[in-house]
């Protein structure tokens, strides 16, 4: 089921449970010492770093696939720790990344310590929005694959986009009913979010059977997909799903979803939404599962979302946030819709697929 710790960072007391955090996922993760080391290193640091230049913040720290897989690997997890503030952002990005920078009178080795440390490690901040920091541990030393800016191995042949998210637990509780995954298979990348009816265990149970469902059958198209889903969940309470399918030979974008998870889709155009047919996969599904197909280009984005997200949130206006990690995408996405007037009643889970960059980074 996914195992998620959601940290929130107002005080000192939490900067030791967000490294408790991350030697918990490590060790699902399956890390070694000095990788297990590496994670909660860099969860201390970006906990710290909420509370110096943030005033405090929130912690996400979960397992998840790394956001490109050649095509027919197994699934691996490396660890992500999601760190999200509602803070006064930077002014300065590269400066703020130099080890011995500081702006609060301390070391400043916090971010360029997580840079350096992380196998992936991606940053955005908007003055008067707030700031994302995200990295990803996974079995790679340093001097392996690395994120922006640290000549990163590129992306598996074929790749055209990356996927990444993250997920938020209804009330703190230690697993999410919502799940998303991504899979290749030959030439098609599949991204697949699901929310299981309801929240609680057996919710997480119906969206973690998906997952492996979607592992078995991310060859087929998205209505086929959600057909073999549906029967695959019967033994459980249901889920809302949609599926989003890329294939690398026709440049094509095709989708199907079931039940209310929200799709947006950004091309040259602007942004627009992709709708699901009403029911629950696992229980009631409808007998038609149309496919929505578009063409998939640089300019591209796709955001899935479970209904713990406003319904009317505002997609991001950064021109350049394709550019960034998907997960970082979902973070900023994750963190303009929320305010204190708009309290989370389910679990928030975020998905996104962008475009692999011109640099092939992952």
């Not at 030697?23 to 070694?32: K, P, S």
């Not at 209310?260 to 602007?270: K, M």
Request: glycine share 12%.
């Amino acid at each position: 089921m996914p195992r998620v710790w959601d940290v929130p960072v107002h005080d000192s007391t939490r900067v030791r449970d967000a490294r408790v955090a991350a030697e918990g996922a490590a060790a699902l993760a399956g890390l070694d010492r000095n990788r297990t080391a590496a994670a909660a290193l860099v969860a201390t640091e970006l906990a710290t770093n909420l509370l110096k230049h943030a005033k405090g913040g929130q912690l996400l720290i979960e397992t998840v696939p790394p956001p490109v897989l050649p095509a027919g690997q197994e699934a691996v997890s490396v660890v992500q720790i999601a760190a999200i503030d509602h803070g006064p952002g930077m002014a300065d990005v590269p400066a703020a990344l130099r080890d011995g920078f500081s702006t609060a009178s301390t070391l400043g080795t916090g971010l360029g310590a997580c840079r350096r440390i992380a196998d992936d490690f991606d940053l955005h901040s908007a003055p008067g929005r707030g700031t994302i920091a995200l990295a990803r541990i996974g079995t790679t030393r340093p001097g392996g694959a690395r994120g922006r800016g640290h000549g990163a191995a590129p992306a598996p042949a074929a790749a055209m986009a990356r996927a990444g998210g993250v997920n938020i637990p209804f009330g703190g509780a230690e697993f999410s009913g919502d799940a998303w995954a991504c899979v290749r298979a030959g030439h098609r990348t599949t991204l697949m979010l699901a929310d299981g009816l309801g929240h609680g265990p057996e919710a997480a149970r119906a969206s973690s059977a998906a997952v492996e469902a979607l592992r078995r059958s991310g060859h087929l198209p998205p209505a086929e997909v959600l057909r073999y889903l549906d029967a695959e969940l019967r033994p459980t309470r249901g889920a809302a799903i949609a599926v989003a399918q890329l294939d690398a030979e026709t440049g094509r974008l095709a989708f199907s979803g079931i039940g209310n998870i929200g799709a947006r889709l950004r091309t040259g155009e602007g942004w627009r939404p992709l709708l699901s047919r009403p029911g629950i996969v696992g229980a009631h599904r409808p007998t038609t599962i149309p496919e929505h197909h578009a063409t998939w280009g640089a300019d591209c984005l796709l955001v899935l979302h479970s209904d713990g997200l406003p319904s009317r949130w505002t997609p991001p206006a950064d021109a350049c946030l394709a550019s960034f990690d998907p997960a970082v995408i979902a973070s900023v996405t994750v963190r303009d819709a929320s305010s204190s007037a708009r309290p989370v009643r389910d679990d928030t889970a975020v998905a996104v697929l962008s475009p692999v960059p011109p640099d092939g980074t992952p």
